[in-house]
């Protein structure tokens, strides 16, 4: 396997890790999730984190699986990391409660197979 080849399974592998961390803060609740600060600040670190390891998937890996919104991904990632005091809570909580799980589905059941998948055709 190249390097950029595991370099791509390792980025993928860890924005799985980083969703289903934030999933545990789902357990909370809208309401619970709206009142507590450092709850959002966790979650929108979290998002920074996926932003930051979508950013390492080399753009032939995001155009070959382009049933993500990668760019909107990053775009939040810099949203979060730039402009957090204007991140609303509740649209935070979307990200949290859809988003994030569909993209955490997807990398597992699409991404990382494709990418881990030695007879499959190479992106890399």
């Not at 980025?11 to 357990?27: I, K, S």
């Not at 809208?30 to 753009?59: H, S, Y």
């Not at 409660?97 to 007879?119: A, K, N």
Request: glycine content about 4%.
């Amino acid at each position: 396997m190249s390097v950029p080849h595991r370099r791509a399974l390792d980025a993928a592998a860890r924005v799985v890790v980083v969703c289903d961390v934030l999933a545990e803060f789902a357990d909370v609740g809208l309401e619970a999730f709206v009142a507590d600060t450092r709850t959002q600040w966790a979650v929108e670190m979290g998002l920074i984190r996926i932003g930051e390891a979508v950013n390492r998937l080399p753009i032939e890996v995001r155009e070959a699986y382009a049933d993500q919104p990668w760019r909107q991904i990053v775009a939040m990632r810099n949203f979060a990391a730039h402009q957090y005091d204007d991140l609303d809570p509740r649209r935070v909580w979307r990200t949290l409660t859809e988003s994030v799980p569909e993209m955490r589905d997807y990398l597992v059941s699409v991404v990382i197979p494709g990418l881990d998948d030695p007879g499959g055709a190479s992106v890399l």
